[in-house]
Structures are given as C-alpha cells and as structure tokens.
C-alpha cells in the first residue's frame, strides 16, 4: 500500500517478457509494450483513416488528414518547400510524441517519454541527422555555422567556444524539455491522488485539483510534442539555409 | 509527360492542383495572428534553454577537471561558457531568429529564414 503511494512508483520499468542476448537485458518492458501500443494506434490511424477516402471525411478521416495538414503547415512555414522531403520523420516524431504523452494520462497506463533515456534517444537522432544532414548540403562550409561575420578576430577566441556550445547543447535542451515536463507533471498528479487516498471525506478537494491538473497535463502533453516538432523544424531550417 | 496543352485532363488537373496549392500558401502567409497555444509553446521551449545550458556546461568542466585529476578551471571556464551559451539562445529565440547559431545580418538566401522571421514575429506579439 504505501509503495502504491509513493508518488514516482509509476515510472517503475517492470519486465514483462524477460530477455537475455548475450550480456544484455533486451526485455520487453512495460515502456516497450506501451511503445508498441502507440506506434499501432498511429498506424491504425493513419491507414484506416485514409482507406475509404471520401471528399467529405467522416470522423478519423478528418483526424488523420487534420494532424497532416498541421505537420505539412509547420514544416512549409518553418522550413520552406525544401523541409517537406523530411515530412515523414517529422510526422511519426511529432505523433510518436503526441501519443505517447497523450496515452501516459490513462491512469495506470506508462507515460514512455517520462523517461530521459527514451527522449535522449529521440533528441540525438534528431541532433545528428541535422548534423548530417547539414554537412551533406554545404560541406566543410558548413563549419561556418560556428563563425559569427563581422567579428574581430580577437573576438573568436571567445566567440566561437559559446556557439559550439550552444549548438552542442540543442540535444541536451530538447530531451531535458520533454522530459521534465512529464515527469513533473504526473509526479505533481500522483502526489495529489495519494492525498486524495489518505484524507477521507475531504478527498473531494485534492481530487478537484487533480481534475484541473490533469487539464494541464492535456495541454501540456500536446505542447511538448509540438516544441519537440517545431525546434526539429528550426533545426532543420538552420542546417538546410544557414542563414 | 504532363507538358502537354492543357486539353489533356491530366495536365488540366496538374494546374488546377497547383493554383490550389499557390492560393494555400499565400492565404496561410497572409493569415496572422498569434495563437495561445504558440505563445505558451514559446514559453516553455525558452524556458529551459538558460538552465539546461548552464547546468550541461558545468557538468562538462567538472568532469573534465575530475578526468584531469586536479585543478578547477574547467568548471569556472565551462559555467561561464555556459552562461553566454544559454543567454544567447534565449536572445536569439526571443529576438526572432529562431534558434540559429552564427546568424548573418547580410544573408542573401532563400525565402525560408525569411519566412522563419516573419513566423517568429507573429510569434512574439
């Protein structure tokens, strides 16, 4: 009882299917299971959605066709036309996101971003293939990206310590974001509900407050994944034009 | 294939497709205003940007001086570093430039950081 209290026992990995290959543990835990869950949802979304194809859509229809329209649109305005040859890692980015937060509000359920390692991982596929991506399009000439123009050479010494700094920085900021906030979040809604459990009659009042967090939580979760979305745009954009 | 006169219907429905698309683009850049969403977006991605720098900086400079096996300049060095790091994200985020490392005042490319700009700007009010 008072371990199903404690307020961070919900981003506990358990194993469901324990798995060894060699020295490494590659069981399938509840974050995976929860992965598969949404990577499946958003399959069915899409496919389903756009099977029967009528000019006037019906429910999922409009659901898929509305997520797509909004990724194309902060693509074309963020990047330009260039950006949509990356349309699809931004898509399943932003949804893979978005429906992992969104599925981590189901009580009892996993949030799979709540976990550094998972948004690590997002972040630096992100961070290196902009990086590569950035060297294929210009070259060495890209190394420029660290020189500011117009400065004294003097200067540089400094300057372009900070700069490589602030671009090494980019995978470090975009995993911390996500990261933080759900597990900020659903600690904040977990201490709440322990409140809740532990004060009788009075409950009514965490849980009202619960009510109101968990609003924030909705807004939050679909925020998140649209600042990941759009700081993997302005990456992009950067690397793509560099100004 | 499709530059064929416009009789052929699939030629016709090649240039119906691209007007729409023309007319889209320029309704979305002349549609503005800021959404809340956007704003409280802006919001939390300057949020983190001064604290995660300066935290990630100074890790680096301890760990170089742990490595070392002596001294402390790493850490002075890297947190100020830091700092400048981390100040001049969220000047760049917040003055509209996106997110760009060694912008250039006289940039003679294309339409996108334009465009960035002005998504920026509608941003901000």
Known sequence: MAIELHPLHQFTIERIVPLRIGGLDVSYTNSALLMTIVVILITALTVLGTRRAALVPGRWQSVAEMSYEFVAD???????????????FIFSLFMFILFANLLGLIPYSFTVTSHIIVTFALAAVVFVGVTIIGFVQHGLHFLRFFVP???????????????VLSYFIRPFTLSIRLFANMLA??????????????????????????????????????????????????????????? | MSEDP???PLARLGEKIDRAQLERTTRRSAKSGPSAQQGIGFGYRVGIELVAAVIIAAGLGWAFDRWLGRGHWGLIVMFFLGVAAGMLNVYRAVSGLGMAIGYRPHSDEG???RQTKDAWDDEEC
Request: hydrophobic share 60%.
């Open chain 2, 111 to 113: 339409a996108g950081s």
């Open chain 1, 74 to 88: 902060m693509i074309q305005s963020n990047v330009g036309p260039e950006g949509m040859a990356y349309f699809t």
């Open chain 1, 185 to 243: 979040g659903h600690t904040m809604l977990a201490i709440f509900a322990g409140f809740a459990a532990i004060l009788g009659v009075f409950a009514i009042f965490p849980l009202g407050v619960n009510l109101l967090l968990l609003a924030l939580e909705l807004l939050v979760a679909t925020l998140q994944a649209y600042v990941f979305a759009i700081l993997t745009c302005l990456y992009l954009n950067d690397a793509i034009h560099m100004h």
């Open chain 1, 149 to 163: 123009e117009g400065v004294p050479k003097v200067l540089l010494l400094l300057l372009v310590p900070i700069e």
């Open chain 2, 6 to 8: 416009p009789s052929d």
